[in-house]
């Protein structure tokens, strides 16, 4: 009998991992790098990962459902008790025995039994499926940026410290959470420092009245999205005031309508003058940075927080050609036999759902070969079912929100398909 593959040994691989072995279904696991842990090694070659990175949503609700984080953490983890909460979890259950460390995949392939799974020894193995876990943030998205620059410029996958902007002039181009964690940085280190948006943003506390914000909105009462955006908004706007008199734009959508941007820190030092906020850049000559209002910044290093591509190289061409993998419920293809785990995004607990996700992927790989009529109904499911994630939340039109998904709805549709199916999720 076939085993599945699982590619990649980071929160998301090691959530597929663990739902396989729960069942007892083998597997052949792979990691290219020398430990578990993925993007939140910050030593691994090419890891995102940068020393001022914390978790953005809390530790009570952000953990594997049968591992909660210690209660010695604090409310939002950095990245070292984050790396080392993984591993431990991956230590508990036995999963981190028998990984293939220090192996790239080349490619994945179909045949008539499954797949071919080719590795960057030019070793290949075949298995009845493949789970692909390998990550989105590995793929810098560098844009071209208009005029010509005599400085530097860097994607910020290549960032790790404070200590490098100091004594430097930055430009931080992009506001996503890891953009406005280095901005902040640049704030407190460079010499000057500035921030480049294209649209305003809402800001999120982390805590709101004493409790971390994700833990606030759960406990409270469940409404209409249009009115829990009304109200949310209207309490943003009392806690944060009008973000315009820091230099932001004015946001061009309602709140929850982008990723959440959970850093008021730059709210602070914006109001402290130790960071300018300027539009999207216009034209660049030398030094000096034009942005769309007239406004100018010299500056002598650009740091680019322009996000990733979703890509899948060793398989592109199994798993779509849009923005994110084609994937239902962002984990199951249209081809039999192959999955997906961390390729949701999703303002929920990406922990949960990846638990959730690999739950469901391992019952469905276990009916393929006990329950065989119960397999090829959800794969009639998987090439029919159309379902809305989004629960009235209309999305700015961007790439990183083409396949993006509420955390509450996708996580009422899981546990709706899991009963359909007779199958059970945390």
């Known amino acids: 009998?076939?085993?599945?593959?699982?590619?990649?040994?980071?929160?998301?691989?090691?959530?597929?991992?663990?739902?396989?072995?729960?069942?007892?279904?083998?597997?052949?696991?792979?990691?290219?790098?020398?430990?578990?842990?993925?993007?939140?090694?910050?030593?691994?070659?090419?890891?995102?990962?940068?020393?001022?990175?914390?978790?953005?949503?809390?530790?009570?609700?952000?953990?594997?459902?049968?591992?909660?984080?210690?209660?010695r953490y604090p409310d939002y983890p950095n990245h070292r008790q984050i790396l080392a909460y993984i591993r431990a979890f991956a230590a508990e259950n036995g999963l981190d025995e028998g990984i293939e460390y220090n192996t790239a995949v080349q490619s994945v392939e179909r045949t008539d039994t499954g797949y071919r799974v080719t590795r960057a020894d030019c070793r290949a193995t075949d298995h009845a499926h493949v789970?692909?876990?390998?990550?989105?943030?590995?793929?810098?998205?560098?844009?071209?940026?208009?005029?010509?620059?005599?400085?530097?410029?860097?994607?910020?996958?290549?960032?790790?410290?404070?200590?490098?902007?100091?004594?430097?002039?930055?430009?931080?181009?992009?506001?996503?959470?890891?953009?406005?964690?280095?901005?902040?940085?640049?704030?407190?280190?460079?010499?000057?420092?500035?921030?480049?948006?294209?649209?305003?943003?809402?800001?999120?506390?982390?805590?709101?009245?004493g409790k971390?914000?994700?833990?606030?909105?759960d406990g409270g009462p469940t409404m209409p999205m249009w009115l829990e955006q009304r109200v949310f908004g209207g309490l943003l706007r009392v806690l944060n005031g009008d973000l315009t008199r820091l230099g932001l734009q004015k946001p061009d959508h309602r709140v929850f309508e982008t990723h959440p941007l959970m850093n008021t820190q730059l709210l602070h030092h914006l109001g402290h003058g130790d960071i300018t906020a300027r539009p999207a850049i216009a034209d660049i000559q030398g030094t000096t940075v034009t942005f769309a209002d007239g406004s100018t910044e010299d500056v002598d290093l650009i740091l680019l927080a322009t996000g990733y591509h979703h890509e899948v190289p060793y398989a592109q061409?199994?798993?779509?050609?849009?923005?994110?993998?084609?994937?239902?419920?962002?984990?199951?293809?249209?081809?039999?036999?192959?999955?997906?785990?961390?390729?949701v995004e999703t303002n929920g607990a990406a922990y949960v759902l990846m638990s959730q996700l690999a739950a469901m992927i391992a019952q469905h790989i276990e009916d393929r070969e006990r329950r065989p009529e119960r397999w090829r109904e959800f794969e009639q499911v998987i090439a029919t079912d159309t379902p809305d994630l989004t629960r009235g939340i209309r999305f700015v039109d961007s790439p990183r929100h083409a396949g993006y998904v509420d955390g509450v709805a996708i996580t009422r549709y899981l546990h709706r398909t899991a009963r359909r199916m007779g199958w059970s999720i945390p």
């Not at 699982?6 to 090691?14: E, Q, T």
């Not at 007892?24 to 030593?43: F, Q």
């Not at 200590?163 to 000057?192: F, Q, W």
């Not at 061409?317 to 390729?343: I, R």
Request: hydrophobic fraction near 40%.
């Open 131 to 209: 789970v692909i876990a390998s990550g989105v943030q590995w793929i810098p998205n560098v844009i071209d940026l208009p005029g010509t620059f005599t400085g530097e410029v860097r994607h910020t996958v290549t960032y790790r410290s404070a200590k490098e902007l100091e004594g430097r002039r930055v430009l931080v181009v992009g506001a996503g959470n890891s953009g406005a964690d280095i901005a902040c940085d640049a704030a407190r280190s460079a010499d000057h420092a500035v921030i480049s948006l294209r649209r305003g943003y809402h800001f999120i506390p982390k805590h709101v009245f």
């Open 1 to 71: 009998m076939l085993d599945t593959a699982i590619i990649g040994a980071g929160p998301a691989g090691l959530a597929a991992a663990h739902a396989l072995k729960e069942r007892g279904l083998p597997y052949t696991h792979l990691e290219r790098h020398a430990a578990v842990g993925g993007l939140w090694d910050i030593d691994s070659p090419g890891s995102p990962m940068y020393e001022s990175a914390h978790f953005i949503s809390s530790k009570t609700l952000s953990g594997f459902p049968s591992f909660p984080m210690p209660d």
């Open 212 to 217: 971390p914000s994700d833990v606030f909105a």
């Open 317 to 343: 061409d199994l798993m779509g050609d849009g923005p994110h993998p084609d994937l239902y419920l962002t984990a199951f293809s249209k081809n039999p036999g192959l999955y997906g785990v961390g390729f």
